[in-house]
């Protein structure tokens, strides 16, 4: 599946989430995100525009559950764009051994508070890190981002492509 978003970096939580509410989002996700991302010691998998990563994913009223995510990179002008393969996990340590099998090490990590809310096919995801205002990620075509960014008051705030690593989101090991 391919993944397009924008993030639109510090917003005023309180007002996006209102301005969702007020055009009818579906809020379809509230809790923890936890991110393990796996390389070889020389970020041979990074370097070459891929990803690989364990997500455990805690919400605040349901069951724990992991995510094993692989991304590729695509070259595109105004949002970022991956190739994602997302596969549901149970155990995620059997994963961590395997991956490690094959030469990946656990290499970083990153934590998140994440809100998520649905407007048709476009969700929008507020994301709060410990040292840092929080950030609003848009995902869908290219077209719906900005006209959702646009709706949202948003359009002259700084956005980015970039992916957490180059954020400075993500801590190494």
């Known amino acids: 599946m391919y993944e397009k978003e924008l993030k639109i970096l510090d917003i005023n939580a309180d007002r996006v989430r209102s301005l969702l509410w007020d055009y009818g989002a579906v809020q ?11 390389d070889s010691e020389d970020d041979h998998l990074r370097s070459r525009g891929y990803s690989c990563r364990i997500r455990q994913i805690t919400p605040v009223e349901w069951e724990v559950s992991y995510m094993l995510c692989l ?3 695509i070259k595109h002008k105004t949002c970022k764009v991956r190739h994602e393969r997302e596969y549901k996990i149970d155990n995620p340590l059997s994963y961590h051994y395997v991956l490690e099998s094959h030469g ?30 929080p950030l609003l990620e848009i995902e869908w075509g290219k077209k719906a981002i900005r006209r959702r960014q646009e709706r949202l008051g948003l ?8 992916w957490a690593w180059g954020l400075g989101l993500v801590e190494r090991r």
């Open 28 to 38: 379809v996700f509230d809790g923890m995100i936890e991110d393990m991302y796996y």
């Open 71 to 73: 991304k590729q990179k």
């Open 104 to 133: 990946l090490e656990h290499i970083a990590s990153k934590s998140k508070r994440r809100e998520s809310y649905q407007i048709g096919k476009v969700v929008f995801d507020i994301d709060r890190y410990a040292d840092r205002e």
């Open 155 to 162: 359009a002259m705030h700084e956005t980015s492509k970039k």
